[in-house]
């Protein structure tokens, strides 16, 4: 008989603007650059938590160019991992810390993160979801045919055609109904 390997699914989560709010700067946006700044959202344990009883592994998949920019010391970066695997549980964390001009194929809209998740945990793309809040994350989910859910932002409302939810909330209702996976 043959032995088919089993697959697994996972929820994949951009960090900054999802698991963590953003830090707000003349009317700006920025990813966190002090790990005093890294603040978890309310939503997001219990988010989590709901997504792994339902089989899923948790993955976070994160530009954080400021690294290779030296706006970021990898000391608070690690602080902020670890408060992520503490507070949030999840099963892994992935980044890319390079910027445009000295990118590997990991930096988002590339796919690497999710190519290297994939291989280190047998995932099937098609049975996974990606949450995100840019057009980084949305391009790089299609790359390798993860549906995509966007988390409605002020500051994404020029991308179109695309899953929107409000907050994780709607998010877990969303992952329950499988829609997404039942239209493709
Ligand atoms: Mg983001
Ligand atoms: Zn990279």
Redesign the pocket.
Known sequence: MLVTKHKLKAVFFDRDGVLNHLVQRDGSFYSPQNFDDFHIVNEAKEAVDIIKEMGFLTIVVS?QPDISRGKLKQSELDQMTDMIFKNLCVDDVF????DDE??????KP?P??FITAQKKYNIDFNKSYMIGDTWKDVEAAKSVGIPMILLDKDYNQTIKDIKRVNNLKELILLITSDSIHEKS
């Open positions: 530009n980044y890319c810390i390079h000295n990118d590997t194929g990991c930096r590339a690497g993160l």
